[in-house]
T-cell receptor, first 115, second 115 residues
Framework: DTGVSQDPRHKITKRGQNVTFRCDPISEHNRLYWYRQTLGQGPEFLTYFQNEAQLEKSRLLSDRFSAERPKGSFSTLEIQRTEQGDSAMYLC?????????????FGQGTRLTVV | AQSVAQPEDQVNVAEGNPLTVKCTYSVSGNPYLFWYVQYPNRGLQFLLKYITGDNLVKGSYGFEAEFNKSQTSFHLKKPSALVSDSALYFCAVRDTGAGSYQLTFGKGTKLSVIP
């Protein structure tokens, strides 16, 4: 087990293009989260899955953003018609559901630059 | 709504001296509290958490934090700072009264340990 894996690590795209990021969580973790981090700020919550069900979505997740976790394993985050304001680090995290609560483990992130 | 405040953007401490990084929070229910560290070009690494029980929690790399319910604080401490502790530190909270699994992060505190 090598932790949470995100691909790609960096993405440069032109404004108006669509981009898709992938996250592979730690294998036994059934909770998966997406966060966005901009320079000088802490991560901001975007969305949360338990298994394949998307249970929470932030108001930050506009209709240009969509996330899926079709088989309850890996997840994808798609941004349509990218804007310069979408430039940020997109972080994926996973945790194990169970009694009590456990910490979330983060991947190294995908840095998106919209030009 | 849950929120976290890290009142210091930067903390400077001499190597070998004790360090404190401050965090205060606001929640409607009981808090789950976390500290994460972020090194340049790397993801967030979990340091420690408070869920319930002893107010003093110990974590990785010699760090500890004290939960103070009356002051709604969760300050991170270490008795003797190392140059390698220099990084960006984030406090995060989950409000168990909100029925949500999202973490709310502070803006981060940059710790610089001076040799």
């Amino acid at each position: 087990d090598t932790g949470v894996s995100q691909d790609p690590r960096h993405k440069i795209t032109k404004r108006g293009q669509n981009v898709t990021f992938r996250c592979d969580p730690i294998s036994e973790h059934n909770r998966l989260y997406w966060y966005r981090q901009t320079l000088g700020q802490g991560p901001e919550f975007l969305t949360y899955f338990q298994n394949e069900a998307q249970l929470e979505k932030s108001r930050l997740l506009s209709d240009r953003f969509s996330a899926e976790r079709p088989k309850g394993s890996f997840s994808t985050l798609e941004i349509q018609r990218t804007e310069q304001g979408d430039s940020a680090m997109y972080l994926c995290a996973s945790s194990r559901a169970g009694t009590g609560d456990t910490e979330a483990f983060f991947g190294q992130g995908t840095r998106l630059t919209v030009v | 709504a849950q929120s976290v405040a890290q009142p210091e953007d930067q903390v400077n401490v001499a190597e070998g001296n004790p360090l404190t990084v401050k965090c205060t929070y606001s929640v409607s229910g009981n808090p789950y509290l976390f500290w994460y560290v972020q090194y340049p070009n790397r993801g967030l690494q979990f340091l420690l958490k408070y869920i319930t029980g002893d107010n003093l929690v110990k974590g990785s790399y010699g760090f500890e934090a004290e939960f103070n319910k009356s002051q709604t604080s969760f300050h991170l401490k270490k008795p003797s700072a190392l140059v390698s502790d220099s990084a960006l530190y984030f406090c995060a909270v989950r409000d168990t009264g909100a029925g949500s699994y999202q973490l709310t992060f502070g803006k981060g505190t940059k710790l610089s340990v001076i040799p």
